[in-house]
């Protein structure tokens, strides 16, 4: 079965094939092994890119395959960093609270140790008391479950209750959009017990890992990453393909002619939008430690939009075309902003990209619609077609 | 040096030459005062003042609140008008002038409280003066301060008050102050009573003064015109440590005074028999500390039980500091009406702020309704389109000064830019997108970000200002309590006038019916004779254009930003989908319910308004769930997608 | 840019500088991180050309240590984790020596872990809400006992006011502000009643509902002020609708701590006239250094910029940086920390600045009162106050207390005299 799978998919193989490499020349850089072409804000830089990918895939299943244009799975990709967030921050914090304890001559009540950790968490913002969605934070199993259950429970029942109301199109897209400004709205309140517009910060320091240096930390997200993109990208791959993908993408391209069929469409849908929404906070929990903070911002609707338009420029209804569009244009984006491209001397006036960049993504984006619907992985078709 | 100091030594010899009736020696007496007055100590000086009777006190008082007054560096006081480096000087007494570089000069810059406390001792010169003007300083004076002295004077000067106005003022003041400081208690009853009716902040100041109240706490009921008696019950803690402070009863043993004990009476490894690694529980510290507290070394724990006693043995009570208890009945009598009044008032008000918030997002959504809901295009670019708009008016500012003049072509510009690049917009991307919605929304999107950062690039991230002309600014008081800016009545008119503007072109005038024709079927339409690029094209135009004045009207009560259009886009979207696509009419039910439910939710949790907003879009999200077509939905085949 | 092209001509003017510079092999370098883009580009970006004018103005004054200094300008674009990034980028690989940089709370905490890890050293301007204390971080902008405690003072004891509308934007620095103050009042006898307290999201702009219950506050006689933390833009239609709602500074009193002369450019400010706003320094201040810094920044940026807080802060912590460096004969930075502690720079609106082992800032506060044309009339200036990282107004940070030179301890338990923690609390 899975040999077939493969066989049938041989752009799967090549796709690991790619990956592996990349994955184990960047380590071979990195400043582990002293080398050191590659810096370690570089590799964190390839690692986070590789969790962008990795939502990228899953948003191109719900959207290029499925036909739902979610513009709320960034949603999903921050409850998963804020999941992980809360036990980094909260096992960082218990550590230091001990260990300032520790001296005391009375030892200090299971009480007073919660109160000290939430109020080095919390400052004098919040009460020391922790909120209820603190509840599990102290464990690290608890806290790796809420990854991928509260992502995946939160789209089931937004799911249930829009696709059950046969809310679709552009209204579903408004709907999506509306949940996710609504979470964000939420967290950026300071009464929220998630540090409000702060968000929680310091993901990059791992406790228990004290001693280890960000060097090696970051190879080891960069390459735990890369393994989720690679095991991802064979899952969605398998969704896709077979039975199952062919009603899926029946749904996108007639909904109404597959429900007559006899597919109970409505769960289809809802297994699609479940699962990627999953396999999102699972990315952003392997993200948001390699960034080091995450706010509410990061939610924001803005950010769910240009998740669609990576999977748009590179390519919709193929999974390498999301990786593409991510990585091309998260990288582009950096190297942009960054400061790294020369600036344009007109004689009359000097184009700074840092001030130009958004409108030539934005002008680019209008052009791959119009006239490369098929983003940058319809390249890939020329090479397939004429060997 | 030398010199300059000779200068003022001869300059001085004016002023040595001092008379009984001079100004400045007494300011001299009090020059540290002067220079650097307080809120506090002030008084005393202007006592000192005001009790010389100088002819000159009132206008210096005047020159000195209105920052007119500088000092020499030898420490004399001028008044002094500034020209550019040089400074014009006037003798306080002599009245004589003279023009000085302005080197060692420093201003006097009375704060805000000082200058309420100037203002104060002016009243008495101000009241009959013959320029209104300070006779309304001097209302106002009373207005914020009000005092027993005050009375007498104010009514005296009402009789010979010609403005009416002014003398309508002067009387509710005098009762004011007859409320509270009247000589009989009949006086007062009478005034406060003519009080029952009035919602305004003032009026309702005067009653909440006269019931000002101590609370207190003693072992039997106190005498005095006692408001209420307390049960501590209520909130025993609190109550209990007010018992503490008055010194009634040993203070309550938390967590924090435990450990502290404990901390303070450790015996070699154990604490009251308690080993120190047994204590890191709260029950394990409790049986310590009731040992210390049986060996005498701590204070016994205060229980519940023991708390409790303490609270039944006293009377916490509330005492009136006005001792007549019928003045107390009749104030209390009045505010009752008059709170029922305000509460009526501030539904109003609410109302009123839910109306100007509806038909602010039924402005920003309008033209989004026509391109959206008639046309089925999504424009994620109308936000800037806004934006647009905002910024036209704020070019038009720079050109033109006068407000009035800039407003009204701004308008029309504003509609002329926006349709112009609605126009483009449709004819270069979305008509090859038509049967590609989802896209659509894509490409706008592509447009919207480049159009933000391109607003950013020529006019800064700054905000910019768009000012309202003069007629504009200010609000409609109907009273205290209710009042709305002028500029949201404008921007309630503006949207009343696009509806009807809408509504007329849709469904009275020739291109109406095409649109209509062309939204319902295209293909028929054409084979009539409608040429739908064109209907199109106008439809998409008209509907940016909308959104162009709807920024100029959002600049001017707002800010204008780069950022501005996207606070409305999303919100936009959902009073549309809310309302109902296709349909103006469900755009101003969605702009409606969203407006009023949003100062709703305000109202139930007034200290968070962001939370406000984040149970609006649950709200929405909810509703979208049960009532999938919005408010009002279309029936029949143009319901169909 | 400008940068590249100015520095060269002062390297060609001054000949001798060029050797000296020559002589350096390692030359030093001072890293700017403050956002170009994206929504804090509005304020940051002006720090980023202060900067690059005060180290035109060392260059041209021969450098620090003999040798030039050379801006390393990076965008971290309004981008939280990527301040995190960019300054991991500036240590270790552009090695910058010090860097100066950051406006919000937020960026803050996300580049702390950084340079606490890499041991780095960062300069931070803005005003913030206390609470931290980091021993790689000199906080220049104002805690909250230089800024809001002294506006408060003023409001009870010169303008009277028995009722407070504490309004903020919902976010840590008018969070903790707002509860500092709240505890404040209450111990000045200001009962719990009589403080109303609201939270606004960014960018507000209907502030009718909120300006109105601000005025039905007076219903009890007594006099009402109001105490806004209320950030950026939205600040615009706040002062609007105050404006349209006949609200004067007589009757009800605003001070705010995030106005200043660059936010009030977006407004007209001629119904403003009399509101408040506390800073450590106003473009109005009337000294010889002052005159000197506003000419030098409108030749260098252009003639209608205006000068703020922030500005005066990078201007004090830099030269206070450069004097360290060259006390400290290095820019290592544990020698330049030791040489910092007890730095004298004379403030901009009169009197020194002196650098505390808590590494906060003694300065002067001020007190100014809005004119028609958008700048301030300083009506009250008091004597340096000493920057307090940890409140001694709420009872958790009482006990608290950072001393890095004596102590080592930025988080120091003053009753069981131990360290909480050596780093610092993101």
Known sequence: MRQGFLYQNPSVLWFLAALGLFTVSVVMLSEVTGVAVVSTSFVKTLGKTLCLCLVAIAMDVVWGYCGILSLGHFAFFGIGGYAIGMWLMYARTEMIVLGSLEGQVIPPTPQEVSDAIGNQIFGVVGSSEFPLIWAFADSLFLQLLMVVLVPGLLALVFGWLAFRSRVTGVYLSILTQAMTLALSLYLFQNDSGLRGNNGLSGLQNIPGFEATSQAAISVVFFVASAVALGAGYVFFAWVVSGKMGSVIKGIRDNEARVRFLGYHVESYKLFVFTITAVVSGLAGALYYPQAGIINPGEIAPIASIYLAVWVAIGGRGRLYGAVIGAAFVSLLSSWFTGGGAPDIPLGFYTIQWTDWWLVLLGVSFVAVTLFFPKGIGGLFDYLVRKP | MRAIFLAFAVLCGTCIKVQAQDLQPLLQTHAEEVAKPSRRSVGVMLDDLVASGLPQVPRFLEQWAGRSVWQGPDGVFFFGTEDGDTLVLEDVDSGETRTVPDDGYTQLRPNGGVRRVIGTALVQFQLADPDIARRQSAVESIARRPAADQLAPLVASIDGEADEELRARKIQLANFLTARFGETAEARIEAINSLAADTSVEARSVLNQILTRDTGVASTEPEGNIARILDPMEAPDDFYAELVEAGFAPAQTGPATIRAALEANIDGGTVGGVPLAQLSTDAARERAYAALARDGLAPPLVTQTTRDAALAAFVFYELYDEDNAAITEAAEAALASVEQRVAFAQAADLALDGLSLASIYFLAAIGLAITFGVMGVINMAHGEFIMMGAYTGYVIQLFIPDYTIAILVALPVAFAVTFAAGVTMERLVIRHLYHRPLETLLATFGISIALQQLAKNIFGTQARPLTSPDWLSGAWVISDVIQISYIRIAIFVLALLFLALILFVLKRTRLGLEVRAVTQNPGMAASMGINPDRINMLTFGLGSGIAGIAGVAIGLYAKVTSEMGADYIVQSFMTVVVGGVGNVWGTLAGASLIGFLQKGIEWLNPSNTLAAQTYMILFIILFIQFRPKGIVALKGRAAAD | ?426
């Not at chain 3, 510079?21 to 929504?39: M, N, Q, R, W, Y």
């Not at chain 3, 690989?93 to 905490?109: A, C, L, P, Q």
């Not at chain 3, 009482?398 to 030179?405: A, E, N, T, V």
Request: with cysteine.
């Open chain 3, 1 to 426: 840019m400008t940068f590249k092209l100015s520095s060269m001509t002062a390297a060609a003017l001054l000949g001798s500088t060029v050797l000296a510079a020559a002589e350096c092999a390692d030359p030093i370098k001072v890293g700017v991180l403050h956002s170009l883009s994206g929504t804090m580009a509005i304020s940051e970006t002006t720090l980023k050309d202060t900067m690059l004018m005060l180290i035109e103005k060392q260059n041209a004054a021969g450098g620090v240590l003999g040798c030039e200094i050379e801006a390393v300008v990076v965008d971290p674009a309004s981008d939280w984790p990527l301040f995190a990034e960019k300054a991991r980028e500036l240590l270790t690989v552009h090695e910058v020596d010090v860097i100066f940089g950051n406006w919000t709370s937020v960026s803050r905490k996300s580049v702390l872990p950084v340079i606490e890890e890499l041991n780095g050293l960062l300069f931070y301007p803005v005003q913030y809400e206390g609470e931290e204390s980091s021993k790689n971080v000199f906080y220049t902008g104002a805690a909250p006992n230089q800024q809001a405690i002294p506006a408060v003072d003023y409001f009870l004891e010169e303008l009277g006011v028995e009722k407070f509308a504490l309004l903020g934007t919902d976010y840590v620095y008018p969070r903790t502000t707002n509860n500092i103050l709240e505890q404040y009042l209450q111990d000045n006898g200001i009962a719990e009643d009589d403080i109303f307290v609201n939270y606004t999201p960014f960018g507000h702009s209907d502030w009718a509902t909120i300006v109105s219950d601000v005025v039905a506050l007076g219903e009890d006689g007594k006099q009402v002020g109001v105490i806004s933390t209320i950030n950026g833009d939205a600040n615009i239609g706040f002062y609007k609708e105050l404006a349209a709602a006949g609200v004067s500074a007589d009757d009800i009193p605003v001070v705010a701590f995030s106005v200043g002369e660059e936010e009030l450019s977006g407004l007209d400010t001629s119904n403003l006239v009399g509101h408040l706003a506390a800073w450590n320094y106003f473009q109005s201040a009337e000294t010889d250094a002052n005159a000197e810094f506003i000419a030098a920044w409108k030749d260098f940026a252009g003639e209608d910029r205006v000068t703020n807080d922030p500005m005066e802060a990078h201007y004090i912590g830099f030269n206070m940086w450069v004097n360290a460096v060259e006390a400290a004969e290095s820019t290592d930075v544990d020698a330049v920390r030791d040489a910092m502690y007890g730095q004298e720079f004379p403030n901009l609106t009169g009197g020194t600045a002196v650098m505390l082992p808590n590494h906060h800032l003694a300065k002067p506060v001020l007190i100014g009162e809005i004119t028609a044309d958008g700048q301030f009339d300083i009506i009250s200036q008091t004597a340096e106050v000493p920057g307090d990282a940890w409140t001694d107004f709420l009872p958790a940070s009482k006990i608290l207390k950072s001393d890095w030179q004596e102590l080592g301890c930025g988080m120091y338990n003053v009753e069981t005299n131990t360290c909480v923690q050596l780093t610092s609390n993101y």
